[in-house]
T-cell receptor, first 113, second 114 residues
């Protein structure tokens, strides 16, 4: 079945450091890939998405490229801020399963000033 | 445009009771999905409704059920509550429910089973 694996946290970085959170997936069809972010006490917000191979999603300085050959969708940001502290979830949605999202286990990011 | 709203935000129940959670999607959205979030299992898909029909279902026991009304509002019901049902229940809505369609999440209902 479909699944998502992302690097375990927590990840602690200093402000302005480079961020990478690894995400790999297994899918039988042609999934769309997403990164969602959850701030403390809140629901999830879509950070970025990519719907086909080689697409790059980007938002708020975050980027991720859909790599079909390595089945990966790693999240990167060149310079993190304290306000980026949150839990990040990688997810996939398969074309024949409509609105069903399959999530990775989440990676908690803490950015120190 | 108002976001996804969920009521109640917090709920405390005892084992054996039943509970109903409510979700109001963004206006114009026809797809509503429900997820359970726990520290141990993470985010797990419960079910998706589109135009009042259940379109997808996750691997949860029959104690978990849901429905969607003609105005797209959705409810989920959990009967015979168990301690392990304590979780944050998240509702998400999207316009079409297509795989590449953005889902908008509500703040969740925190259910505690004692």
């Amino acid at each position: 079945g479909n699944s998502v694996t992302q690097m375990e946290g927590p990840v602690t970085l200093s402000e302005e450091a480079f961020l990478t959170i690894n995400c790999t997936y297994t899918a039988t069809g042609y999934p769309s890939l997403f990164w969602y972010v959850q701030y403390p006490g809140e629901g999830l917000q879509l950070l970025l998405k990519a719907t086909k191979a080689d697409d790059k999603g980007s938002n708020k300085g975050f980027e991720a490229t859909y790599r079909k050959e390595t089945t990966s969708f790693h999240l990167e940001k060149g310079s993190v801020q304290v306000s980026d502290s949150a839990v990040y979830f990688c997810a996939l949605s398969d074309y024949n399963q409509g609105g069903k999202l399959i999530f990775g286990q989440g990676t908690e990011l803490s950015v120190k000033p | 445009k108002a976001g996804v709203t969920q009521t109640p935000r917090y709920l405390i129940k005892t084992r054996g009771q039943q509970v109903t959670l409510s979700c109001s999607p963004i206006s114009g959205h026809r797809s509503v999905s429900w997820y359970q979030q726990t520290p141990g299992q993470g985010l797990q898909f419960l079910f998706e409704y589109f135009s009042e029909t259940q379109r997808n279902k996750g691997n949860f026991p029959g104690r978990f059920s849901g429905r969607q009304f003609s105005n797209s509002r959705s409810e989920m019901n959990v009967s015979t509550l168990e301690l392990g049902d304590s979780a944050l229940y998240l509702c998400a809505s999207s316009q079409t429910g297509d795989a590449d369609n953005e889902q908008f999440f509500g703040p969740g209902t925190r259910l505690t089973v004692l």
